[in-house]
């Protein structure tokens, strides 16, 4: 119990609620790299690993909790931070993930790659957060960011706002240059 952190409601018809593992009980780290470790270990086959700290799946307390007062005010009361976390920064709090996933990784096969994607830490936390992830980053993983995301384009007489997977965006965006 004292491992579990964000709780996150069952959202939508077939969806699950779900609980982060939270990074700030030590035992959640060491857990993360030693399973990285032998994961790593059994399969020394493996070329690495990909890392999406945001939105996607409950990888952190911080995946699905936007601190952007912009974004709308359903999305972000679906979620309450975890205690412990909500002293921590969002920054903070991927940074560890990403390092205890590189330690074990690396502890295993100092050759695999460790892939950290910035998708969706603007959009959840803004521009500065992004920043501060891309700076405090292990030096041993190697960030991929989104090219096109954070756009405007203009079509039909109306502008959009790129937030993801344009294919007709020629870039590179701000936000991939400022990474």
Not at 8 to 16: D, E, L, S, T, V
Not at 148 to 172: N, Q
Request: proline share 7%; aromatic share 10%.
């Amino acid at each position: 119990p004292q491992a579990g952190g964000t709780r996150r409601p069952a959202i939508g018809q077939h969806g699950n609620p779900t609980r982060a593992m939270c990074t700030s009980d030590p035992e959640v780290r060491e857990w993360l790299t030693e399973s990285c470790r032998w994961l790593f270990g059994q399969v020394p086959e493996l070329a690495g690993a990909f890392c999406i700290t945001a939105s996607e799946a409950q990888t952190n307390c911080y995946s699905h909790f936007p601190t952007r007062q912009d974004v709308e005010e359903h999305y972000r009361n679906l979620t309450e931070l975890c205690p412990r976390c909500a002293e921590r920064s969002p920054e903070e709090v991927v940074t560890e993930v990403i390092d205890c996933i590189a330690k074990g990784v690396h502890a295993a096969n100092p050759q695999a790659k460790v892939i950290a994607w910035n998708w969706s830490w603007e959009m959840l936390w803004g521009p500065e957060v992004n920043d501060r992830i891309v700076e405090t980053l292990p030096p041993e993983a190697i960030l991929m960011c989104d090219f096109e995301r954070g756009e405007h384009k203009t079509l039909f007489d109306r502008t959009f706002f790129v937030d993801e997977y344009s294919l007709s965006i020629i870039g590179p965006s701000e936000r991939f240059r400022r990474a």
